[in-house]
């Protein structure tokens, strides 16, 4: 049976939290929190998050076993950048991009 989370509007780029999925793809529930628990990045906190949010949904909501539990896909996509100006010499101003991406795991048991 598969489990779907979606962490949305996550205020980072989706480039650096697709170094950390990548990482984790495949791999069983304890082997990706393993890897989470010691890695430096800050993407590492809203992965993990929601990795815990969707592991507790497939306990609760599904009865199954956290033991038995495998990421089958994960995906970082691309969100809504937040446009912002940043000024500038003689009265210019510069835009900014602070941009977003969506989070989405899937679950399943083996």
Request: one cysteine or more; aromatic letters at 6%.
């Amino acid at each position: 049976m598969e489990v779907k989370a979606k962490a949305r509007y996550i205020r980072m780029s989706s480039r650096k939290v697709k170094l950390v999925i990548d990482l984790i793809r495949g791999k069983s529930v304890k082997q990706a929190e393993a890897i989470l628990a010691f890695l430096n990045k800050a993407a590492t906190r809203p992965v993990s998050k929601l990795l815990q949010s969707d592991v507790a949904n497939a306990v609760h909501n599904f009865k199954l076993e956290k033991d038995k539990l495998f990421i089958k896909k994960i995906t970082a996509d691309q969100g809504p950048s937040l446009k912002r100006w940043r000024p500038r010499a003689f009265g210019r101003a510069a835009p900014i991009k602070k941009h977003t991406c969506h989070i989405s795991i899937v679950l399943e048991d083996r």
